[in-house]
């Protein structure tokens, strides 16, 4: 039973555009939530994170939202670059351990 | 270099071989962590520790041990190697302050067992 779930394997946005990338989790104990970006041949990097008593967290181009009664957590990537093309995580944290949905590929086209 | 590190990069073996896929940490990061990632899916844990000597099964133990004698290292052993365990196996370390802070990833060993 996947708890953390990314419905979409693929999205592909032209470049300047907004880029919306959801996540669905569904255990209640998840206290924390965390992006990962992941290139080709390295392992993924932190990218913005949102605690469980917040609604939104800003940070630059990016926004991560957390809609609680839904257990549903977006990214937005505004506006999109196309070095922004890479896969892109959604990790749910309980306890200190993360478990990870399996992933979205963003690709910006120029 | 400061860092998070893994060894090999690649490794092919057969099966019934026994594999060892090393990681190493500089920043003296209390927790450390093996996932393993297979094609089109996410990460999923193998085996995680909070301090040296202190280990713990994930998700996805079956077949896999580890040690954990010096904080800074953290290798994982596969025993007996079988093909479903060809995967690409990312270690991550954080520290201790905050149980919620991020992950540090390691570049990932690529593992096929033919």
């Known amino acids: 039973d996947q708890q953390v779930k990314q419905n979409s394997p693929s999205l592909s946005v032209q470049e300047g555009r907004i880029s919306i990338l959801n996540c669905d989790y569904t255990n209640s104990m998840f206290d924390y939530f965390l992006w990962y970006k992941k290139y080709p041949a390295e392992g993924p990097t932190f990218l913005i994170s949102i605690s469980s008593i917040k609604d939104k967290n800003e940070d630059g181009r990016f926004t991560v939202f957390l809609n609680k009664s839904a257990k549903h957590l977006s990214l937005h990537i505004v506006p999109s670059q196309p070095g922004d093309s890479a896969v892109y995580f959604c990790a749910a944290t309980n306890a200190g351990k993360s478990t990870f949905g399996d992933g979205t590929t963003l690709t910006v086209k120029p | 270099d400061a860092g998070i590190t893994q060894s090999p990069r690649y490794k092919i073996t057969e099966t019934g071989r026994q594999v060892t896929l090393m990681c190493h940490q500089t920043w003296s990061h209390s927790y450390m962590f093996w996932y393993r990632q297979d094609l089109g899916h996410g990460l999923r844990l193998i085996y995680y520790?909070?301090?040296?000597?202190?280990?713990d099964k994930g998700e996805v133990p079956d077949g896999y041990v580890v040690s954990r004698s010096k904080t800074e290292n953290f290798p994982l052993t596969l025993e007996s190697a079988t093909r479903s365990q060809t995967s690409v196996y990312f270690c991550?370390?954080?520290?201790?302050?905050?149980?919620?802070?991020?992950?540090?990833f390691g570049s990932g060993t690529q593992l096929s067992v033919l």
């Open positions: 520790s909070a301090a040296a000597d202190i280990t």
């Open positions: 991550a370390s954080r520290g201790w302050e905050h149980p919620n802070e991020k992950l540090f």
